[in-house]
């Protein structure tokens, strides 16, 4: 009985410090960057070229338009997302656009909440492309479970711009040719 006692002391603990640390780390924040032998204008454009996004975020499946023009600030999508086998929508709002250089949107979800912006500087014919990301769960729960995953949340948006990296580089796709 003793031990019993002791063992639920500890769960009490345990359970009370996995929500603290959800207390006092409400958002998880991180940033990626990697460089493209290619100049900022084409790599926007494969980039955001539907067609490619399966190739290079994981998981992606589709999007589908719910309001506005596509690729505009206000336009509003549901992304599809493989999690594991099981299939994930997202809401994604695109709250700022500035053609070849700066895209922010937001996504949100059931779990939690995505504030993800893309930079692109070109110099000397390279693009430096900057991701941010800002992450909020919308629960204790999420929040407390969110900022145990901040290392394996920057792996994956590693992972995505080496793979965006390779497909604009390897690019051969005219997307500025005359109509």
Not at 114 to 138: A, L, Q
């Amino acid at each position: 009985m003793k031990y019993l006692k002791y063992l639920l002391y500890l769960i009490i603990v345990l359970t009370l410090v996995f929500f603290g640390i959800g207390f006092f780390t409400p958002s998880v924040s991180y940033e990626n960057e990697i460089t493209v032998n290619k100049p900022a204008s084409e790599s926007w454009e494969v980039m955001s070229d539907v067609a490619n996004l399966p190739k290079w975020i994981k998981g992606f499946k589709r999007t589908e338009l719910v309001s506005g023009t596509p690729n505009t600030v206000g336009a509003v999508s549901n992304v599809y997302v493989d999690n594991s086998g099981e299939e994930m929508v997202m809401e994604e709002t695109i709250t700022a656009m500035k053609l070849h250089e700066h895209m922010a949107m937001t996504f949100t979800m059931d779990f939690m909440d995505m504030d993800y912006e893309m930079f692109f500087n070109e110099v000397e014919g390279k693009t430096i492309i900057t991701s941010k990301s800002n992450i909020k769960g919308n629960s204790m729960w999420a929040k407390s479970l969110l900022s145990f995953m901040p290392s394996s949340m920057k792996t994956q948006e590693d992972e995505n711009l080496e793979n965006l990296k390779k497909l604009i580089e390897e690019n051969s796709k005219n997307y500025f040719s005359e109509k």
